[in-house]
């Protein structure tokens, strides 16, 4: 089975410049998941897809941060404009929806895409 | 790739010892405790998780260790190997598929 995948793996722009950052879950997983790790620190929550809608998006920084999941599949995240305080490490994760709700939420993570505003 | 390990609490023992780390957590009604283990260059990784009804959970080499009463949660390795080394984080959750709430992290260091 495909694990989560990102992409680019790494991206480097200038402040003010428009990024796009690319998420394939497991194939099924109907919760889709952004979270972002800046400077070292701990993970942060952005924001949570249940199939195509937006579930919580309670963690997104401000509006210069877009998310999309048409059709319920991929996911992007778009930063535009850059600012240097977006550093940072972006991780997309998946997870089934559990069959009982007395189920812990696991989540299967990628291996994350490095953004570096310059 | 990414330097995980920046202004993190670390921990460095023997291969060999057992480790344990540590973790406090803020929310009352979670339901789940979840510790992940990220190397650097990858995501985070699924480890043990246990239920807010229990104290403890073995898996393999991994104890996971719960008081609820003073907010604690432990993560013990034993006959920790140079490729335990990574960043560990322990994560609170509701039951369903409710967000994940992840703590500071630890940094593992083992030297051979």
């Known amino acids: 089975e495909a694990g989560v995948t990102q992409f680019p793996s790494h991206s480097v722009i200038e402040k003010g410049q428009t990024v796009t950052l690319r998420c394939d879950p497991i194939s099924g997983h109907d919760n889709l998941y952004w979270y972002r790790r800046v400077m070292g620190k701990e993970i942060k929550f952005l924001l949570h897809?249940?199939?195509?809608?937006?579930?919580?998006e309670s963690g997104m920084p401000n509006n210069r941060f877009l998310a999309e999941r048409t059709g319920g599949t991929y996911s992007t995240l778009k930063v535009q404009p850059a600012e240097l305080e977006d550093s940072g490490v972006y991780f997309c994760?998946?997870?089934?929806?559990?069959?009982?709700?007395?189920?812990?939420?696991?989540?299967?993570f990628g291996a994350g895409s490095r953004l570096t505003v310059l | 790739g990414e330097s995980v390990g920046l202004h993190l609490p670390t921990l460095s023992v023997q291969e060999g010892d057992n480790s344990i780390i540590n973790c406090a957590y803020s929310?009352?009604?979670?339901?789940?405790f979840i510790w992940y283990k990220q190397e650097s260059g990858k995501g985070p990784q699924f480890i043990i998780d246990i239920r807010s009804n229990m104290d403890k959970r073995q898996g393999q080499r991994v104890t996971v260790l719960l008081n609820k009463t003073v907010k604690h949660l432990s993560l013990q390795i034993a006959a920790t190997q140079p490729g335990d080394s990574a960043v560990y984080f322990c994560?609170?959750?509701?039951?369903?598929?409710?967000?994940?709430?992840f703590g500071k992290g630890t940094m593992l260091l083992v030297s051979p």
């Open positions: 929310n009352s009604a979670s339901d789940y």
């Open positions: 994760a998946s997870s089934q929806l559990p069959r009982q709700t007395s189920g812990a939420n696991v989540l299967t």
């Open positions: 897809f249940v199939k195509e809608s937006k579930q919580d």
């Open positions: 994560a609170e959750s509701s039951s369903g598929y409710s967000t994940l709430t």
